[in-house]
């Protein structure tokens, strides 16, 4: 069982820049992946990000792909966001999440944080 805990999100104006980071608890690294989710008001939870735990192979949806970056610690168990150049699209409640092996959902959800861009 993995525990994951966010943290790092707050209010940012159109254009600026903010780090989330999320410390996993547990056996995180007998996973494959994990990865970054969000969800706006109203929204279904959709895929921001991932990386695989071995080879750190990132994967990023279009919609971030050229302005996030997604990290991941193996000493520390934790995994990072950095995102710039945010635009009010980006407000949501991000989760990072787990996935057991290739193709499997993702799952041990945070409790998420929330991010707002204000235009």
């Known amino acids: 069982q993995v525990q994951l805990e966010e943290s790092g999100g707050g209010l940012v104006q159109t254009g600026g820049s903010l780090g989330l980071s999320c410390a996993a608890s547990?056996?995180?690294?007998?996973?494959?992946?994990m990865g970054w989710f969000r969800q706006a008001p109203g929204k279904e939870r959709e895929f921001v990000a991932s990386?695989?735990?071995?080879?750190?192979?990132?994967t990023y949806a279009d919609s971030v792909r050229g302005r996030f970056t997604i990290s991941r610690d193996n000493n520390k168990n934790t995994l990072t966001l950095e995102m710039r150049s945010l635009e009010p699209e980006d407000t949501a409640v991000y989760y990072c999440?787990?996935?057991?092996?290739?193709?499997?959902?993702?799952?041990?959800w945070g409790q998420g944080t929330q991010v707002t861009v204000s235009s």
């Open positions: 999440g787990t996935q057991a092996r290739p193709r499997d959902p993702f799952d041990s």
């Open positions: 547990g056996r995180p690294r007998m996973r494959y992946a």
């Open positions: 990386i695989t735990w071995a080879g750190g192979r990132p």
